[in-house]
């Protein structure tokens, strides 16, 4: 495969996990307008979400067996495609019931079809020697093309006049680009890559059941998957990093908005050196040293008293825990080669471990609104910072077991499974 080809491959995967996302998340940029277009109060805003949240963690497994099924090419093109038939649907602002419906569509469209094939396609886009790279570059091109499509259409909307019919337009020019991007990535991608150091085991044979089972019985899944967890509560933590300025510092809502907008710039360029890192490190390594990095940077969250004049130390601190999320939401997934999951597992063992590590989007909204409302003022941050703390020292301790393991090589494989019993089996009757 010539370098622009390459190049291109990962552009389009970029492009389609930044936007992708865009439409059931709308709300992020066009809460009040979504609102009151639709005539939703915000207690349906939050089921609506709730309920994709929910159908996304139900669609994760299999999706994950899916993509060792399908090709990434066709799952991809599929996922883009059929998301934004739905946006057109949106775009008429239908009834809540419509939107119930909509919103579990787009739960199965988007991560039963689209997020492992996405995972398996980055891991097979590089060697064993370049996952690092390969996943922060994929992180940090998501982190632009997220931002990006949403300063664009807000821009377009306030052009329009901020109308419902502006929101209506919005949406109708969002889900042509994903439709576009989806006819793109059929065009781009291929059905096999040609990079044939991503799989140094034999190509795994056996059923369904037998592949899932194989894939449960790794430790580096149920690791990998803490890790996740972990830093995805850290990572929905950050979301609160501007009412704590603005209510615990008095920072001007205006002032407290920027630091949102820092954290969002962090993203790309922290993924990006994490994965350069990380491929000259080990992966494992740099995911134990982020993790402790971030845990410490909670912990001072967790006991630093309100006052202002330790604002310049708050928002040093601010950025040193959104360097540490997105450095290992970079690097994270190259944990699966690293660990020796086959590559024609991959799939599968990216949707078992995504089902565990995005948990934080269904309890940490949850959980953080009750901390606050309970316990209203610096009080309450406290306490959730505490939380995540905690949470992100289970991840520390996961990824120095998974740090350990990497020393062992031998305890990377259930050794019972019967899937790599037959592939060296196989191996063994061809020699």
């Not at 449960?216 to 933590?237: C, D, G, Q, S």
Request: aromatic share 12%; hydrophobic share 50%.
């Amino acid at each position: 495969m010539n370098r622009l080809r390459r190049s291109l491959i990962m552009l389009i995967l970029c492009l389609t996990g930044g936007t992708i996302f865009g439409l059931p998340y709308t709300f992020e940029v066009f809460y009040i307008p979504m609102q009151q277009a639709m005539g939703l109060s915000k207690t349906q805003m939050g089921v609506l979400m709730g309920l994709f949240a929910g159908v996304s963690m139900a669609a994760y497994f299999p999706g994950g067996w899916l993509a060792d099924r399908f090709s990434p090419r066709k799952l991809i093109a599929l996922g883009m495609t059929s998301t934004g038939l739905g946006g057109f649907y949106f775009a008429t602002f239908p009834d809540y019931g419509s939107l119930l419906w909509l919103h579990a569509y787009w739960g199965v469209s988007i991560n039963l079809v689209f997020w492992s094939a996405m995972i398996k396609a980055t891991r097979d886009w590089a060697p064993s020697a370049e996952q690092g790279r390969a996943f922060g570059t994929l992180e940090a091109g998501r982190g632009v093309f997220e931002v990006l499509p949403a300063m664009a259409m807000l821009a377009v909307f306030a052009w329009l006049g901020s109308t419902d019919a502006a929101l209506a337009t919005v949406l109708v020019g969002f889900s042509v680009v994903n439709i576009t991007l989806g006819l793109a990535a059929w065009w781009v991608l291929e059905d096999r890559s040609d990079i044939g150091e991503c799989d140094s085991m034999p190509r795994m044979s056996g059923n369904g059941w037998a592949r899932v089972v194989t894939v449960l019985k790794m430790p580096t899944v149920w690791l990998t998957a803490i890790i996740i967890m972990a830093t995805n509560t850290a990572y929905w933590a950050t979301y609160y990093f501007t009412p704590y300025a603005s209510e615990v510092f008095l920072l001007s809502v205006a002032i407290a908005g920027l630091l949102s907008i820092g954290r969002m710039w962090v993203k790309p360029f922290a993924a990006l050196a994490s994965g350069f890192v990380a491929d000259r490190f080990g992966i494992s390594r740099t995911v134990a040293f982020f993790m402790v990095v971030t845990t410490i940077s909670f912990g001072l969250f967790a006991i630093t008293p309100s006052n202002e004049a330790l604002l310049p130390l708050v928002v040093v601190n601010l950025a040193v825990a959104a360097a540490g999320i997105f450095s290992l939401r970079g690097i994270y997934w190259a944990l699966l080669d690293e660990g020796s999951v086959p590559a024609s597992l991959t799939g599968t063992a990216a949707g078992a471990a995504s089902v565990i590590g995005f948990l934080p989007e269904i309890y940490m909204p949850l959980i953080g609104g009750v901390i606050l409302d309970g316990n209203p003022g610096a009080s309450g941050y406290r306490l959730l910072f505490t939380g995540v703390t905690a949470a992100m020292t289970v991840g520390v301790g996961a990824a120095f077991v998974l740090l350990r393991r990497k020393r062992d090589p031998g305890e990377r494989y259930a050794p019972e499974s019967p899937i790599l019993v037959s592939a060296a089996e196989q191996s063994s009757s061809g020699s």
